[in-house]
């Protein structure tokens, strides 16, 4: 067996195992949100969501929550760290491994809860550092591009050809995330406003979504300069 097919089968038996990890993890989520749509929502998850008051159970119950997802973060980050042989294949795992999850989680949530009826229904997309809020359809888009991305980048590191980055292309894809991530959090402080759809910016969250990509590409056809390694 040639060098050449053995990396490509270590390759495809890494990204299977990451896929069916991340897979896990989607129906995990799935069915924690199932016993807590029970108990918080027994009458049904709907948006504006009716305020849970401040007893000390119910800030319990947010604090156990956030933990979890804290700890999920970490699951991940370390399965990468094991996977990965250096920093761009790490990264590349962590973006597949949390597009997936998240893709997945609405999947498992379709077929037991027939729940979103719609792309276009509103979910609780996370809470930390705040709640995140907004239609289904815009986190979806997010892990497809985080796929596609992933998807290319552990390709040509496998090729020999990594995709070439420098600190201004980091600094424009942390400010094409944050602009995202606002997006969300931004939406997430009207949850229980009669209004909320209109405090998402399909407009805000475009600009964040076409920067990145349109930064990524620019990577991807970069040429090394003599002497300078990737990054």
């Known amino acids: ?71 999920t973060l970490v699951l991940i980050l370390s399965a990468c760290l094991l ?7 790490r990264l590349a795992y962590f973006l597949i491994i949390f597009a997936v999850w998240d893709i997945f989680y609405y999947v498992f949530l379709k077929l037991i809860l027939g729940w979103p009826a719609s792309i276009t229904d509103w979910d609780v997309l996370f809470l ?15 892990s497809v591009i985080m796929l596609v991305f992933a998807g290319v980048t552990v390709y040509r590191d496998w090729a020999g050809r990594p995709i070439i980055t420098d600190s201004w292309d980091w600094l424009g894809f942390s400010i094409a995330a ?37 930064l990524f590409a620019k990577c991807v056809y970069k040429k090394e300069s003599p002497g300078k390694p990737g990054g």
């Open 1 to 71: 067996m040639t060098t050449s097919t053995t990396l490509i089968k270590t390759l495809i038996t890494r990204c299977i195992l990451v896929v069916i990890l991340a897979i896990a993890f989607g129906y995990i989520e799935a069915a924690v949100v199932v016993y807590l749509r029970q108990i918080f929502h027994p009458a049904g998850f709907d948006f504006p969501l009716l305020p849970f008051g401040l007893t000390e159970t119910a800030g319990k119950m947010l604090l156990v929550e956030i933990g979890r997802e804290a700890a």
């Open 178 to 214: 944050l602009v995202i991530v606002a997006s969300f959090c931004n939406a997430g402080r009207f949850m229980q406003s009669a209004d909320f759809a209109t405090h998402f910016s399909w407009t805000f969250f475009g600009a964040g979504v076409l920067g990145a990509a349109v």
């Open 83 to 89: 996977i990965g042989q250096n920093r761009r294949e």
């Open 128 to 142: 930390i550092p705040v709640p995140w809020a907004g239609p289904v359809l815009a986190p979806v888009i997010v």
